[in-house]
């Protein structure tokens, strides 16, 4: 049977596990396939670091990857994704798809026989979220009994974060505007997965509550790619829940900052804080080597 990483959920009950064995192939550059492994990316939105970080990942594990851009494909002429599913199917051993809409994910997925990692889309940013943890890893040497405060919008990472946190027994508290909260059917999961792990879920209108005595503070853009039309209306909203050092004060002395970046200094981060001694977010985004080789090589091998 293939296994599929459309979400986080999809990981509830390995997520430790990836996040060691990346580690491990972190330590170990020789553990490779031992046949050539193929990889078909499409990219519906622009990429740097999951893009390259999956050519490079694929290429340290003696494989490849090729770079699909859907407006030079059929399917941007209406080939149907489950068609594109079922040939690309035929021609690689693991897909990665970024898309605009979650269920054109689902969909691949549906129909294609090898795995499928979603690669972002609206809803979530699942392989983002193993980088993060095995970062918070680390630099912590735990992950159950931390607690991580994201601030800003409710969007695919927040959704993504929520998902990890619960799965690794991290408390977690989300500081955002009305109307941005993380989506509701994620939240359920999460609230479920946390009657096992026992972290805490807060969603809150303040930062400097999420905050409060926290070991990772995380944000992410107010404006994720598709959104660039409600630009000007979000940076307004958002600015009280700007990462900023007089918020940081409120944390705990050694917290680490996060940021799964493209980063908008001056916007939901200062430049004190992403470029600060607290900030983690190159070795996080290094990471993301590392975590994809654990994903891929667990899936495949
Ligand atoms: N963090 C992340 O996914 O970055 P890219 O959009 O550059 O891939
Ligand atoms: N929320 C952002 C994450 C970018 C990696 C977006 O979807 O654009």
């Not at 059929?74 to 021609?91: K, N, P």
């Not at 680490?256 to 001056?266: E, K, N, Q, T, Y």
Request: charged share 30%; aromatic share 6%.
């Amino acid at each position: 049977m293939k296994r599929d990483i459309i979400s986080v959920y999809d990981m509830k009950d390995d997520l430790e596990d990836i996040i060691e064995l990346s580690i491990k192939l972190k330590k170990d550059r020789t553990i490779k396939f031992s046949e050539k492994k193929i990889l078909a990316m499409i990219f519906e939105k622009p990429s740097t670091r999951t893009r390259n970080s999956l050519e490079v990942a694929m290429e340290q594990l003696n494989g490849h990857a090729i770079y699909l851009n859907p407006n030079d494909m059929q399917i941007g002429r209406g080939e149907t994704i489950a068609d594109t599913a079922m040939v690309l199917s035929r021609f690689v051993d693991i897909i990665s798809y970024r898309a605009f809409n979650h269920n054109d994910v689902v969909e691949l997925a549906r129909h294609a026989t090898v795995p499928v990692l979603n690669a972002l889309d609206n809803l979530e940013h699942p392989m983002q979220i193993v980088a993060d943890f095995m970062t918070v890893y680390e630099k912590k040497h735990k992950l159950s009994g931390l607690k991580l405060a994201y601030i800003g919008d409710g969007n695919n990472m927040a959704n993504s974060l929520l998902l990890g946190a619960s799965i690794l027994g991290i408390d977690i508290s989300i500081a955002c505007p009305e109307g941005f909260d993380p989506n509701p059917e994620i939240l359920r999961q999460a609230k479920e997965i946390s009657l096992k792990t026992g972290n805490k879920i807060e969603i809150t209108r303040e930062p400097r509550i999420a905050v409060e005595s926290s070991d990772i503070i995380y944000t992410d853009v107010w404006v994720s790619m598709g959104e660039e039309s409600e630009r000007e209306k979000k940076e307004k909203i958002f600015m009280p829940y700007q990462v900023n050092e007089d918020l940081a004060e409120n944390a705990n002395k050694d917290y680490i900052f996060m940021h799964c970046l493209p980063a908008h200094r001056g916007l939901e981060v200062t430049s004190g804080v992403i470029d600060g001694i607290h900030s983690v977010v190159f070795d996080e985004a290094e990471n993301r080597i590392y975590s994809e080789k654990g994903i891929i090589y667990k899936l495949l091998s």
